[in-house]
């Protein structure tokens, strides 16, 4: 049974900083290439930023210079470094877990974590 469970998320000011992780299990981690979306209230799910199996990461436009994805895939666990927060980064956040090979191909999500920005 694949799970991947966030943490991290929670309520801080305009300009602070806040790590979330995903912790993943029931899928070879090594293997997979993990993201991070969010979705705020009225909005479609967007993604935030990504980070391939072979360690290539890629961020939207709106957080680049501010968040920072990484993976440390002996503890099977991606992370969001997101600094310098903004009221618009309001959203719930999810991990994503994805594999698109000849013979396995799979996207499974998180259940999410909220993280509010006051202004």
């Known amino acids: 049974q694949v799970q991947l469970v966030e943490s991290g998320g929670g309520l801080v000011q305009t300009g602070g900083s806040l790590r979330l992780s995903c912790a993943a299990s029931?899928?070879?981690?090594?293997?997979?290439?993990m993201g991070w979306y969010r979705q705020a209230p009225g909005k479609q799910r967007e993604l935030v930023a990504s980070?391939?199996?072979?360690?290539?990461?890629h961020y939207v436009d709106s957080v680049k210079g501010r968040f920072a994805i990484s993976r440390d895939n002996a503890k099977n666990t991606v992370y969001l470094q997101m600094n310098s927060l903004k009221p618009e980064d309001t959203a719930v956040y999810y991990c994503?877990?994805?594999?698109?090979?000849?013979?396995?191909?799979?996207?499974?999500w998180g259940q999410g974590t909220q993280v509010t920005v006051s202004s």
């Open positions: 994503n877990a994805n594999r698109d090979d000849p013979h396995i191909r799979y996207a499974h």
């Open positions: 980070i391939t199996r072979s360690g290539s990461t």
């Open positions: 029931g899928i070879i981690f090594s293997l997979a290439g």
